[in-house]
């Protein structure tokens, strides 16, 4: 993996290299995002394998509430720029020390990412199936 650069998402930039946003303020902050939103940092990286590794770091880092503990604020919590580096980082680190053991998370988290899509995609299907079946008796 690089050297990271986390920056301040602004809206009116645009970024030629690979990147991918985290959110920084709320009960989700940490959270990995394809697409920015105004309270947002972005990762910039070399290429797309590094931005493919920083993301799925970032998403366990997410998923196992390692920015928790960073949160600042009482009302609406937040995670600053350094907090954000600072365990990306130590994540960096832990996952460089075992790369096959990482790897093997990033291949699981990515499959169940998918299952949690697939489930939904049928949620959906199923409301919307409960709402067809209703609304024939009501259009009587």
Known sequence: MQTLSIKTHRAV????????????KGNNSGKPLLQSCPNCFVILCNNEEDKEQLYWLVMGLWQSKAFYPYLKGS???????????????????????DLEAFNSSVRQL???EQLELNYKQNLLLIHEAKRMLFYRYMRK
């Open 75 to 97: 009302v609406i919590p937040f995670v600053t720029i350094s907090d954000v580096k600072q365990c990306v980082f130590k994540g960096s680190e832990h996952a460089k020390s």
């Open 13 to 24: 930039s645009i970024y030629i290299q690979p990147h991918f946003f985290i959110l920084n």
């Open 110 to 112: 990515h499959k169940l």
